[in-house]
């Protein structure tokens, strides 16, 4: 990536008034977190894509809290990379407003972001089946964990597919959304709806779009700039210039 682009985003970045991030599965990748997608997308003979249901949590509970402990574990192992530090970084110097991420295994907290919006739930966070208790485990789950106020079984607190996004989070989101006057899109292919209309809603509001991303997107064609590369590289660098 030239030099010339680095600095056009970090001059856009420092004269930015309201800034959000929205980060995707790319940005998890560059830590190993495996994506459940393409070649990533079996555990043992099942298919991710199958067990992250509520139909497959009503037929096995056991079975889909087998495959969130050994996810939980996964993660307890991988580390918030270049990218996760520099954003927590930008938001500790006042640079940065919000984080907006679909991954849920916590990296950005981890790496000290405070103003996160999770989009599709937290891996350690959990919800009773029965009654209104939310929770959070703080190792990987052992069996079926079971409420502490009314005894039923919890669940993952993450949104499986079939299941709507939860209305409070997503109210926050339209609102960083609008209110952003730039919007750093990292490592999402832009392709999973809701989250591919969020750079959209930016760019209609008037804001800018700058995309983080190894390869080309559906988006790069609509953003303000496209730069090409490991955001673990490509954030550092900008930070360097600012
Ligand atoms: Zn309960």
Request: charged share 25%; aromatic share 8%; hydrophobic share 40%.
């Amino acid at each position: 990536m030239d030099s010339e682009t680095l600095s056009h985003v970090a001059q856009i970045i420092s004269e930015s008034e309201y800034l959000i991030a929205l980060t995707g599965a790319g940005i998890s990748k560059e830590s190993n977190v495996p994506t459940f997608r393409g070649e990533d997308g079996m555990w043992r003979n099942y298919n991710a894509m199958e067990l992250a249901t509520p139909s497959a949590f009503a037929r096995n509970p056991e079975l889909v809290w087998e495959w969130y402990s050994w996810r939980q574990g996964l993660i307890a192992e991988c580390k918030p990379n270049r990218a996760h530090s520099t954003l927590a970084k930008w938001e500790e110097r006042g640079i940065l407003n919000y984080v907006i991420t679909q991954n849920v295994d916590g990296l950005h907290r981890r790496a000290g972001s405070a103003n996160v919006l999770e989009v599709h739930g937290d891996l350690w966070a959990t919800k009773c089946t029965e009654c209104s208790h939310h929770g959070r485990l703080d190792a990987p789950a052992d069996g079926v964990p079971k409420c502490p106020e009314c005894g039923s079984k919890l669940r993952p607190d993450v949104v499986w597919f079939g299941e709507s996004l939860d209305r409070d989070v997503m109210m926050s989101v339209y609102a960083e959304l609008e209110r952003a006057d730039v919007c750093l899109v990292i490592g999402t292919s832009a392709l999973v709806q809701p989250a591919a209309s969020f750079p959209l809603i930016v760019k209609q509001c008037g804001g800018k779009v700058l995309e983080f991303n190894v390869e080309e997107t559906p988006l790069s064609r609509i953003v303000d700039v496209h730069l090409s590369g490991r955001a673990g590289e490509t954030l550092p660098r900008i930070d360097s210039l600012l």
